[in-house]
């Protein structure tokens, strides 16, 4: 069975990622779009809202991946699973944890396929670095997520917003491969949140697991990008996860990775879910950085334009 899929939100990951990855995988077609700024001129239906969508097309999509900012994902998706589509989610699933929960409960009732695609646990090293750190006991957990905010998110403004989650939409990625390596739970014990005066959401932000565990996000970094996981093992093992989880070392020497990429390897676990009526949704990532908010100190910064 192809899987007509739409596209709700066509911003920067949809057209990089999504619709290469929908193009490339032949379970799929793309059906249609829905997005607030026009017609995208992709090759297929556009609407302007998700409501028009669901209206104009009865019977003519069985799934939807929705793009958009956090803020909208839960009543978006709450309609989509109304209206009896299969939902694919892009990260983080949903601005509180209250709404994804909801979104879990709906997706049950109607028996449709919920998926929380989490694009970095498919990078290509996080398995094999899973598989390394299985069984071992955690000395140490080094995570440094710095990027330039101006180069990944021109323009954005609602990163910026209440529910835009600032330096944590990058940092969630970092959270999201360190829950699905490491062989135990994280619990934030403090954490800084720098923000800029006259913004809502963090610039940079430290994390404290206690235990010599420990994160640092900061969107100020102007030189390259720096997305790193240094983990010690209680036996002096170091397993080491770089550019954003594409490759990994044991003790600095470099293992061999699966090449596949990472939205075409979200697209065939949606596929899988979908044919199984499904659904998986991993909330860890989302309540670290929600324990980040309740726990953090808050520092102000000078303004961001
Ligand atoms: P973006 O470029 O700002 O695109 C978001 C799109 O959603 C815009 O086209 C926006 O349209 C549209 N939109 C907003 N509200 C909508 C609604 N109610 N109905 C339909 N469309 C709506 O943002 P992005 O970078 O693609 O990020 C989107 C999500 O992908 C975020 O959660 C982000 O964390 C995730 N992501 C991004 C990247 C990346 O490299 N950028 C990588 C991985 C994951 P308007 O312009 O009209 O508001």
Redesign the pocket.
């Known amino acids: 069975m192809t899987i007509r899929i739409a596209i709700?939100?066509?911003?920067?990951?949809?057209a990089?990622?999504h619709v290469p990855a929908i193009h490339g995988d032949p379970r799929y077609e793309l059906a249609a779009v829905?997005?607030?700024?026009g017609d995208p001129a992709i090759g297929v239906p556009w609407f302007a809202?998700?409501d028009e969508m669901f209206a104009a097309m009865p019977g003519g999509l069985d799934a939807v991946a929705i793009?958009?900012?956090?803020s909208?994902?839960h009543s978006?998706g709450a309609d989509a699973l109304k209206a009896g589509l299969h939902v694919l989610l892009?990260?983080?699933p949903a601005s509180t944890l209250g709404e994804m929960d909801d979104l879990g409960r709906l997706a049950a009732r109607a028996g449709r396929a919920l998926y929380a695609g989490w694009?970095s646990q498919h990078a290509a090293g996080v398995a094999g670095a899973k598989a390394a750190l299985a069984g071992e006991r955690i000395a140490a957990l080094d995570i440094r997520w710095f990027e330039d905010v101006r180069k990944?998110?021109p323009g954005?403004q609602?990163i910026w917003e209440p529910g835009g989650?600032g330096v944590f939409?990058p940092g969630?990625?970092a959270l999201s491969i360190a829950t699905r390596i490491l062989p135990m739970p994280l619990f934030v014990r403090s954490a800084r949140l720098v923000v800029p005066s006259g913004r809502q959401a963090p610039i940079a932000a430290d994390l404290d697991f206690g235990d010599r565990l420990a994160a640092r996000f900061d969107w100020r970094h102007r030189d390259g990008e720096q997305w790193t996981i240094s983990v010690m093992t209680e036996m002096g093992k170091k397993v080491e996860l770089r550019s954003g989880g594409a490759h990994f070392t044991i003790d600095g020497a470099e293992q061999a990775v699966e090449p596949r990429g990472e939205y075409p390897s979200i697209y065939d676990r949606f596929a899988d879910l979908v044919a199984n009526g499904a659904s998986e949704v991993d909330g860890e990532p989302l309540r670290i950085v929600a324990d980040a908010f309740l726990v953090g100190r808050r520092e102000t910064t000078e303004p961001f334009e």
């Open positions: 709700i939100g066509y911003g920067k990951i949809a990089d990622q829905a997005t607030r700024q809202t998700p793009c958009t900012p956090p909208v994902r978006i892009e990260k983080p694009h990944w998110h954005q609602w989650f939409d969630i990625n």
